[in-house]
């Protein structure tokens, strides 16, 4: 990796993974923004998290997990700590709670946040609340709309989630400034009112460069305006899907290091390339517990 390279800045949570099982409970670091700054870093992409964490002991495994992978940290100090998400399986599904830190995960746009941003050549956006048209602002106003440096994966889960209409009005305004957001069935279901087709269709008309949309065992799609979707189905690699838990984070972390080469313009990537390498990217992920990505 070359650390003279500009870093990309990857705005986001980071928290702890709470995973109870009958046998007990384990604790990993996780949280969507860790997880694609973490897996831009093992793709050989200089990255900088902006996240908020506490000065606790959850904090502390935090920081010397990005520290491990290459991945410099500029923190927002949280007063009530570092966020933890809860996971149950229920009928083989898993659930989450979030604790009151994990929900207010407010970001300062300080000096040194601002400098990490100015110094950009990509902002990766991961799990933020575009429901409070406060930091949906804070962070346009910071990151700017030209030349469209956003990309951008909303990652709503009901347990952050609290308007999902504002969510959707204020996603929209960051798709006008992005040059890709990426959606997935999940995510229409919950805030879109519709389906992922027509969310696809709608973040476009509001502006953004391209959509990518992640469709579960049917693979992913990718949209330009004015152009037909390109599909890339899911790449079948040996061995056994093991945890589906970071599938979604790898995705986007290879768009992300795909637009960075092409130096940010959706229009010159190749983009068939570029979801057969996210698509294998992800089946490695899967292959593997946890939701570090995995290079096949």
């Known amino acids: 990796m070359d650390q003279s390279a500009p870093r990309v800045v990857v705005v986001g949570d980071a928290l702890i993974d709470e995973l109870r099982t009958p046998a007990g409970s384990d604790d990993h670091v996780g949280g969507a923004g860790l997880n694609v700054a973490v897996g831009l870093s093992r793709l050989g992409v200089p990255t900088t998290l902006l996240a908020s964490v506490g000065d606790d002991a959850d904090g502390a495994s935090i920081r010397a997990h990005l520290a491990e992978h ?124 519709g389906t992922l087709d027509e969310w696809q269709e709608a973040l476009l008309a509001a502006g953004a460069g391209a959509v990518l949309a992640t469709r579960g065992a049917d693979g992913a799609s990718l949209t330009l305006a004015g152009r037909p979707p390109l599909r890339q189905g899911i790449v079948p690699l040996d061995g056994d899907v093991v945890d589906t838990m970071g599938a979604g984070d790898a995705t986007f972390a290879s768009v992300v290091a795909s637009l960075l080469a092409s130096r940010s313009a959706p229009d010159s990537v190749d983009w068939e390339a570029a979801l057969t390498d996210a698509m294998r990217v992800a089946a490695a992920t899967v292959r593997a517990p946890g939701a570090l990505l995995r290079l096949p």
């Open 70 to 193: 290459g991945v410099e940290l500029v923190a927002t100090a949280n007063p009530l700590g570092t966020g933890r998400a809860v996971s149950e399986r229920v009928d083989g599904e898993p659930t989450y709670a979030f604790s009151d830190a994990a929900v207010a995960r407010g970001l300062d746009f300080g000096d040194a946040q601002l400098a990490a941003l100015a110094a950009a050549p990509l902002v990766a956006v991961s799990s933020y609340p575009f429901d409070d048209a406060r930091l949906t602002d804070r962070l346009l106003a910071a990151v700017g709309a030209e030349p469209p440096r956003l990309v951008v994966d909303p990652n709503p889960r009901p347990g952050f989630l609290r308007d999902p209409a504002a969510f959707a009005s204020g996603l929209a305004r960051a798709a006008a400034a992005s040059s890709l957001v990426k959606i997935g069935e999940d995510d229409a279901a919950l805030v879109a009112d």
